[in-house]
């Protein structure tokens, strides 16, 4: 066999391993659609959860849903960069761009539940903080930091040496560079590793089924600590329920509204990474 009779394979190959996963995600995003179409209106996006999620709708598993991924974002953006910063500005050594490696890979690599349990066992049990949606948004901070970091580390890591250079032959110190040379340059991957983080996090069940999200009757908190409703608790709650036409229906109407904030999270992710 040829070279390029192998070039020939390869390309079908890929092209036939590209068509299954689309289609895999087009019936997927179908059923769900096809499904969940009928349940969704205005009422149903607007309207308090009753009869333990069977009817009603979904604003307060929305809101909560959002407010966690929101803070979750404001703990994990800061932490993030931060750690990218010192390992390859203040600190660059081989040791640090190892240990940030590390953590990278460590981070990514942990089960969604074994941070659940973490939260449960030192937030709720140990420190006694009770079902809180603050907690929950620590928790989702910290399965973020791993994207952040890539992308943050990565951008970084392409900005042309030329640039340091030239600042440093400006006169600028190590935090006049950073803020004038690498944050703009790295701002956009960091954003968009941001929102893809979200994109994950926001599905999640796992980590929040315990120490963050109420089953039924939550509303929009007024503490730091008091459960929130949420969008992949309610599903999983209605799940529960399949037997009733109606829960069921609820169900897919909440996997729409669930699927369609990721593929904004995803998309608004692309269009950032692409400005």
């Not at 070039?7 to 068509?19: E, G, Q, S, V, W």
């Not at 995003?29 to 009817?55: A, R």
């Not at 040791?95 to 690599?109: A, E, K, P, W």
């Not at 315990?210 to 309610?234: K, Q, R």
Request: proline share 4%; glycine share 8%.
């Amino acid at each position: 066999m040829n070279r390029t009779n192998i070039d020939r394979f390869f390309y079908i190959f890929i092209l036939m391993i590209t068509a299954i996963c689309c289609s895999l995600l087009f019936f997927i995003l179908y059923g769900i659609i096809s499904q969940g179409y009928s349940s969704i209106s205005f009422t149903f996006l607007t309207s308090p959860s009753k009869d333990f999620g069977t009817s009603g709708g979904i604003f307060y598993q929305i809101i909560g849903s959002l407010l966690m991924v929101f803070v979750a974002s404001l703990i994990a953006l800061p932490l993030s960069l931060g750690t990218v910063l010192c390992t390859t500005e203040l600190f660059p050594a081989d040791s640090s761009h190892y240990f940030t490696r590390v953590i990278i890979f460590g981070l990514n690599g942990i089960p969604s539940i074994i941070y659940g349990l973490f939260g449960y066992i030192f937030f709720v049990d140990f420190l006694k903080t009770g079902i809180s949606w603050f907690v929950g948004s620590i928790i989702l901070g910290l399965m973020i930091m791993p994207t952040i970091m890539m992308s943050s580390y990565h951008a970084i890591q392409a900005i042309p040496s030329q640039y340091k250079e030239s600042a440093q032959a400006l006169g600028l110190n190590t935090w006049q560079i950073i803020l004038s040379v690498i944050l703009p340059q790295s701002l956009n991957a960091t954003l968009s590793g941001l929102f893809l983080g979200l994109a994950r996090t926001i599905g999640e069940t796992a980590p929040v089924l315990f120490i963050a999200t109420a089953f039924f009757g939550g509303e929009i908190p007024t503490t730091l600590f008091e459960p929130v409703a949420s969008l992949p608790t309610h599903i999983f709650n209605l799940a529960q329920q399949a037997n009733n036409p109606i829960a069921l229906s609820n169900a897919w109407g909440s996997s729409l509204v669930l699927i369609s904030i990721v593929m904004i999270f995803s998309l608004s992710s692309l269009k950032i990474k692409n400005l």
